[in-house]
Nanobody
């Protein structure tokens, strides 16, 4: 079965950086687009970034543009989210997603002084 396992979350000060990773198994990773979503307390889950199967096409939430970078390593079945210049409003659980139905367990990102 498809499994998505995220890691890399944690507590970081405003202006800091984190890199999230999501390792996928149970699917031919290189043929599918991947996405990162996030959900803050009391808010709906929102799409943060997506990347095509080849990595050529990427899309971002407006508030993430110029700060976040999504990338993938098809040889490692891994998708990354590099987050720079983090703000308190980036605090959320971040989820890896693919194929419209598969989700990881999430990794908590907390941005606080």
């Amino acid at each position: 079965q498809v499994q998505l396992v995220e890691s890399g979350g944690g507590l970081v000060q405003p202006g800091g950086s984190l890199r999230l990773s999501c390792v996928a198994s149970g699917l031919t990773f290189s043929t599918y687009g991947m996405s990162w979503y996030r959900q803050a307390p009391g808010k709906e889950r929102e799409l943060v970034a997506s990347i095509s199967s080849t990595g050529i096409t990427t899309k971002y939430l407006d508030s993430a543009k110029d700060r976040f970078t999504i990338s993938r390593d098809n040889a490692k079945n891994t998708v990354y989210l590099q987050m720079n210049s983090l703000k308190s409003e980036d605090t959320a659980v971040y989820y890896c997603h693919t194929l419209g139905v598969y989700w990881g367990q999430g990794t908590q990102v907390t941005v606080s002084a």
